[in-house]
């Protein structure tokens, strides 16, 4: 093949800049690492930007007495996101914990600004398809942009996509969504302003299930789910909801995700003549927007050295080389029309090990967020926005230790990882 043009060459150069690439980003340049941050969209933030979300969870253990589990570099971002008065902080309605709620305009510019000051080179609308070897070792990756396809070579690799995608190109082992059992439904957010809130959130919840259970078995509407929540945002009169579903869906597959784009466009309509027909608060309200794309909540997991598993997550496990900690309950969006919940032991946390970042079969490359190494009930809990920041930052600074005394990932000490991570403020 072609030798392809170089765009950059760097230290850690770390794909994906959602919660947990933007936060491995900030820890890698802060280190002193060269580093380079691709990123598919023109900002950061991942799902929690593009696909809507309203509120990142997992800063605290659930229950009457919250423990904060997740800290250092997220907790920065929060701090800013306070000044700009762009956040607040909510209890869940299901029940995970304290929640932060955000604007999601600010939340975009407050990464941006971090990754920047801390000397990151972030490059969007760069999509990687593909990744580059060198003499038999991971080298690049190969970056489509309106240039044409290019080649940026790193030291060391983060791979953040979400999706697991350089790990999959490199040849690396992973699991896919409903390979072996369910898979998480997708999820189109929408946002309705000139909301009454006051009003419907007095008419509440439940009676809003009820409501959509009626109007479902009716036949008039046409709703897969007859579940779900909206939030105000921090905009007067505005909601975020999270209702649509769509199940059975292989993210990755270009053709059945953009059928899932449609079909949650589709639902969207739908949710929306049901909240203004139907719940209090709603009637002169109108949708503002969708998300940029669909929410997807699972695709691929790594095989890392270690799985993640459900037994460690219910019973609170504690690991030697924990690098994060975890205390969402595992929060299953299977194809039926409810949720699954299940909590950890007496509203605790259970700890990330370091081994949930490195595949099993490959050096050189580390994973954050929620392509973690972890069986699907396991990714149902720690796939939240709180801790993938927190592996996030445990990732990024692993990156440019290891870069800095020439290691791989599994060489490096990780009682000096650990260490340097509790400076920073993570609660380990
Ligand atoms: C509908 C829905 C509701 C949710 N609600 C909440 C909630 O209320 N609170 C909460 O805390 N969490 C919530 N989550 C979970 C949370 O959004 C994600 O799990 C979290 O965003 C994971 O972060 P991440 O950085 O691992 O991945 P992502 O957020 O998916 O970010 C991955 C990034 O990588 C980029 N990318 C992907 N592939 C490539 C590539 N090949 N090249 C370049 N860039 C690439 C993407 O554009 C994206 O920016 C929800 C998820 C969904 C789907």
Redesign the pocket.
């Known amino acids: 093949m072609k030798q392809l043009p170089l765009l950059l060459d760097c230290e850690v150069l770390i794909?994906?800049?959602?919660?947990?690439?933007s936060v491995a980003a900030i820890a890698a340049a802060r280190q002193g690492a060269r580093t380079v941050l691709?990123?598919?969209?023109g900002f950061l933030g991942?799902?929690?930007t593009?696909?809507g979300?309203?509120?990142?969870?997992?800063f605290f253990t659930p229950g009457e007495n919250p423990v904060k589990i997740v800290g250092g570099i997220p907790d920065e971002v929060i701090d800013r996101l306070r000044v700009l008065d762009a956040c607040y902080e909510r209890p869940n309605t299901y029940g995970s914990g304290i929640?932060i709620t955000f604007s999601t305009e600010y939340l975009k510019l407050v990464l941006e600004e971090m990754a920047n000051e801390a000397g990151a080179l972030i490059v969007y609308h760069?999509?990687?398809?593909d990744v580059y070897f060198k003499d038999g070792n991971l080298a690049g990756v190969v970056v489509a942009t309106k240039q044409g396809l290019q080649r940026v070579l790193g030291q060391f690799f983060v791979d953040?996509?979400?999706?697991a995608?350089i790990v999959a190109h490199a040849g690396g082992s992973y699991e896919k969504a409903g390979e072996e059992g369910p898979i998480q439904s997708l999820?189109t957010?929408l946002f309705m302003a000139n909301v009454n809130i006051g009003r419907a959130k007095a008419f509440g919840k439940k009676a809003m299930w009820a409501e959509m259970e009626e109007a479902q078995r009716s036949g008039e509407y046409n709703l897969p789910r007859v579940e779900g929540s909206f939030h105000p945002t921090p905009s007067p009169g505005m909601i975020e909801a999270?209702m649509t579903r769509i199940a059975d869906v292989d993210a990755t597959d270009i053709i059945a995700i953009s059928k899932a784009e449609t079909e949650g466009r589709r639902q969207v309509q739908e949710y929306v003549r049901f909240l203004k027909d139907r719940v209090p608060g709603f009637e002169s309200a109108f949708l503002v927007k969708t998300g940029c794309h669909i929410?997807?909540?699972e695709t691929r997991r790594i095989v890392g050295d270690y799985v993640l598993k459900k037994d460690d997550v219910l019973e609170g496990r504690r690991f030697e080389d924990a690098i994060a900690r975890c205390g969402m309950p595992i929060e299953d969006h299977h194809a039926g029309a409810d949720t699954r919940w299940i909590y950890v032991k007496d509203f605790g946390y259970y700890d990330i090990p370091y081994r949930c970042l490195i595949p099993h079969d490959l050096d050189y490359i580390l994973v954050?967020?929620?392509?973690l190494s972890a069986t699907h009930d396991a990714h149902a809990s720690a796939?939240?926005?709180?801790p993938?920041m927190a592996m996030g930052q445990a990732a990024g600074l692993a990156a440019a230790m290891a870069v800095a005394e020439d290691k791989s990932g599994r060489e490096i000490s990780v009682h000096d990882l650990q260490e340097r991570l509790r400076q920073w403020g993570a609660p380990l």
């Not at 796939?383 to 709180?386: C, K, L, P, T, V």
């Open positions: 794909v994906g800049g959602g919660p947990a690439g691709l990123e598919r969209q991942g799902n929690i593009a696909g979300i309203d509120t990142i969870y997992g929640g760069a999509f990687a398809p953040s996509t979400g999706d995608d999820t957010v999270n929410g997807v909540r954050a967020g929620r392509c796939r939240s926005a709180g993938a």
